[in-house]
T-cell receptor, first 115, second 114 residues
Framework: SAVISQKPSRDICQRGTSLTIQCQVD?????MFWYRQQPGQSLTLIATANQGSEATYESGFVIDKFPISRPNLTFSTLTVSNMSPEDSSIYLCSVEDGWSPNEQFFGPGTRLTVL | KQEVTQIPAALSVPEGENLVLNCSFTDSAIYNLQWFRQDPGKGLTSLLL?????REQTSGRLNASLDKSSGRSTLYIAASQPGDSATYLCAPTYSGAGSYQLTFGKGTKLSVIP
């Protein structure tokens, strides 16, 4: 399976600032996804990161708040903009591995705390 | 909207016991179903993937079953060990906007007592 890394692993940020999270995969993958896990909750899909085009956002998530880049088949970034304490969550990226179609593998996550 | 329910929400067992975790989903039109484990503050580890055409999938001490028509899946863990302590998440996959999307339950938090 693909090996996925995320940076930073955790961060503490001030209200009103922005944080960019990086996701790096050790092989080329077609599909990359970004999820949010709020405290005590399960995972919610934010968006699908498309290479060469705009991300596809799920209901309740907008590009101005969560801009996503996907410059190539091994890398993506998620920015959390104008943060508030409600944005405190674990943010995870995942990929579909071409060796096992439609099976998703997850990165280690980024734990964000907004003060 | 698809809903995924996992029962029980938490489970504590002595080491060595066999146990069953339950998952139910409201929309049976799934493409496949994945079981994950999540350790505290960490990412997800994929345990098993069951295709919609399959009834069972096994990996070591883990066995997952799928009854698509009734909207249920179970994860059986044999001879539990303290290292199995984690939260177990069930996620059926549905066809979405140009991709296949996972819908997650809230998980079952398992504690295996030495």
């Amino acid at each position: 399976s693909a090996v996925i890394s995320q940076k930073p692993s955790r961060d503490i940020c001030q209200r009103g600032t922005s944080l960019t999270i990086q996701c790096q995969v050790d092989s080329q993958v077609t599909m990359m996804f970004w999820y949010r896990q709020q405290p005590g909750q399960s995972l919610t899909l934010i968006a699908t990161a498309n290479q060469g085009s705009e991300a596809t956002y799920e209901s309740g998530f907008v590009i101005d708040k969560f801009p996503i880049s996907r410059p190539n088949l091994t890398f993506s970034t998620l920015t959390v903009s104008n943060m508030s304490p409600e944005d405190s969550s674990i943010y995870l990226c995942s990929v579909e591995d071409g060796w096992s179609p439609n099976e998703q593998f997850f990165g280690p996550g980024t734990r964000l705390t907004v003060l | 909207k698809q809903e995924v329910t996992q029962i029980p929400a938490a489970l504590s067992v002595p080491e060595g016991e066999n146990l069953v975790l339950n998952c139910s989903f409201t929309d049976s039109a799934i493409y496949n179903l994945q079981w994950f484990r999540q350790d505290p503050g960490k990412g997800l580890t994929s345990l098993l993937l069951i295709q919609s055409s399959q009834r069972e999938q096994t990996s070591g001490r883990l066995n997952a079953s799928l009854d698509k028509s009734s909207g249920r899946s179970t994860l059986y863990i044999a001879a539990s060990q303290p290292g199995d302590s984690a939260t177990y998440l069930c996620a059926p996959t549905y066809s979405g906007a140009g991709s296949y999307q996972l819908t997650f339950g809230k998980g079952t938090k398992l504690s295996v007592i030495p």
